[in-house]
T-cell receptor
C-alpha cells in the first residue's frame, strides 16, 4: 500500500521569503503521479501542482515549484516570494494511473502561516 | 461553472439520527469519491464509485453507505450518526483536464457535527 508522509505539521515564513514543504512517499509502483493541494481557510481543496513520475523535469507553476527525487521518493514543494494568501494547509498526495479504489492517498498536511 | 456541489454546507446532528450528504457533479466524470478530513489525520477515503451502478469501500467505510444511481449524483448516508463521525466531508470526482492529466476535483465540503 502507498503511504505519504509530511513530517512538518506546522511551518511559518516571512512574507516575500521562500519556504520548502517536505513530502516523502512509499510505493512499489514505477508509474504514478504526485500532487500538492492547498486548503485555505475557505476549506476549498485547490490543486497547486502536479508531477508525473516518468518526467525528470520538475514541475513549476508560477511561484510554486517542486523538487522531485524519484530514487529518494521525495517530493518537496517550494514557494517563492511568499504572500499572505499562501497561508493554508498544504497536502501532498499520490495517485497511480489505474488507481480504482485508491484515487488519491494524502499526507496528514502541513499548516503554513505567512507572516507580514 | 462546472464542478461539484455539496449540500449541506454545515449541519449539526443528534447522535442516533440519520443524515444524507448530497454530492452532484456536472462534468460527467465516471469516478467519484467521499473523503473525511480530521485534524492531524489528513483526508481518508470512505467510499468510492468507479462508474454508475458500482460502489466500493475505502479506508474508513464503517457507519457509512453510498449509492450511485446515475453518473452525476453520489450521496453519502449515515444511518445512525455517532460523535466520532464529526468531521468535514469532501466529495470528489476524477477526470481529465484539457492537457490530458487525470486530476481530482473537490467539492467545497460539508461540516458535520454529531452531538
Amino acid at each position: 500500500a502507498q503511504t505519504v508522509t509530511q513530517s512538518q505539521p506546522e511551518m511559518s515564513v516571512q512574507e516575500a521569503e521562500t519556504v520548502t514543504l517536505s513530502c516523502t512517499y512509499d510505493t512499489s509502483e514505477n508509474n504514478y503521479y504526485l500532487f500538492w493541494y492547498k486548503q485555505p481557510p475557505s476549506r476549498q481543496m485547490i490543486l497547486v501542482i502536479r508531477q508525473e513520475a516518468y518526467k525528470q523535469q520538475n514541475a513549476t507553476e508560477n511561484r510554486f515549484s517542486v523538487n522531485f527525487q524519484k530514487a529518494a521518493k521525495s517530493f518537496s514543494l517550494k514557494i517563492s516570494d511568499s504572500q499572505l494568501g499562501d497561508t493554508a494547509m498544504y497536502f501532498c498526495a499520490f495517485m497511480t494511473p489505474n488507481s480504482g479504489n485508491t484515487p488519491l492517498v494524502f499526507g496528514k498536511g502541513t499548516r503554513l502561516s505567512v507572516i507580514a | 461553472t462546472a464542478g461539484i456541489t455539496q449540500a449541506p454546507t454545515s449541519q449539526i446532528l443528534a447522535a442516533g439520527r440519520s443524515m444524507t450528504l448530497r454530492c452532484t457533479q456536472d462534468m460527467r466524470h465516471n469516478a467519484m469519491y467521499w473523503y473525511r478530513q480530521d485534524l492531524g489525520l489528513g483526508l481518508r477515503l470512505i467510499h468510492y464509485s468507479n462508474t454508475a451502478g458500482t460502489t466500493g469501500k475505502g479506508e474508513v467505510p464503517d457507519g457509512y453507505s453510498v449509492s450511485r444511481a446515475n453518473t452525476d449524483d453520489f450521496p453519502l448516508t449515515l444511518a445512525s450518526a455517532v460523535p466520532s463521525q464529526t468531521s468535514v466531508y469532501f466529495c470528489a470526482s476524477k477526470g481529465k483536464r484539457q492537457d490530458g492529466a487525470n486530476v481530482l476535483t473537490f467539492g467545497a465540503g460539508s461540516r458535520l457535527t454529531v452531538l
